[in-house]
Structures are given as structure tokens and as C-alpha cells.
């Protein structure tokens, strides 16, 4: 078998689409529409995974999700912790501080999308 993709739904597709874009880095590689069954399906992928692919599903008309507490949340690695921290919180993006487990130096950060989705930023080693 082999990964093919993560589907999370929302409320805003245009306002989640540019939150991954901007604040994460992710590229749109393909778009499904289906107006009959009254729903989209949009696949992002970053550069460097392409593979890894995070499904949009918008289904239209639905009002907010409710997360309830089984989702934990998705990873990304980066080099350079600080700026990346930095930068997003700047623009204004809602990070967590910067962490770390019990006994160990701060090595990520949470970020959280317009539904409310998190992806944790690990400091890659």
C-alpha cells in the first residue's frame, strides 16, 4: 500500500485553500467538482512531499463541523523553528508559544486553520 491523503473538511474553501497556501506552503494539485452531489474535493501537496497529499472537502451550504475530541492533528517539519514561528505569528496567524516535551528544549509549535484544524511545525532534526 502507499499513503494517498488526508481528508478534513470546511466551511470556507477559499479561506482554507489560501491559509494552507500562504501559511503552510501547500499547492493545489487537483480539483474535483461535483455541483450534483453538491460537493467539492480539493487536493494541496507540498513541494517537498508531494505525495502527502491534504483532501479539502467542501460541502456546500454546511455549516461549521464539530471536531469533537478524537482529532488530534497533522505535522510538518521545518529547519528553521524560530523564523518560521516568527513569521506566521506576525501575519497574524493563531500559534501556540513555542514548546517542548517534559525534559527537553522547545522543538514545536501549533497552528491552527479557519475550522480549527492544527498542524503541529516540528523542528526538523
Known sequence: MKYAHTCIRVQDLDASIRFYKEALGYKEVERKDF????????????????QAQLELTYNYGHGPYDLGDGYGHMALYTKDLEKVHSQLKEAGYLVTDLSGLPGQ?????????????????IREK
Open 35 to 50: 455541483p450534483e452531489k453538491k460537493f467539492t474535493l480539493v487536493y494541496m501537496a507540498l513541494e517537498e512531499s508531494p
Open 105 to 121: 528544549e522547545a522543538h514545536y509549535f501549533f497552528i491552527q486553520d479557519p475550522d480549527g484544524y492544527k498542524t503541529e511545525i
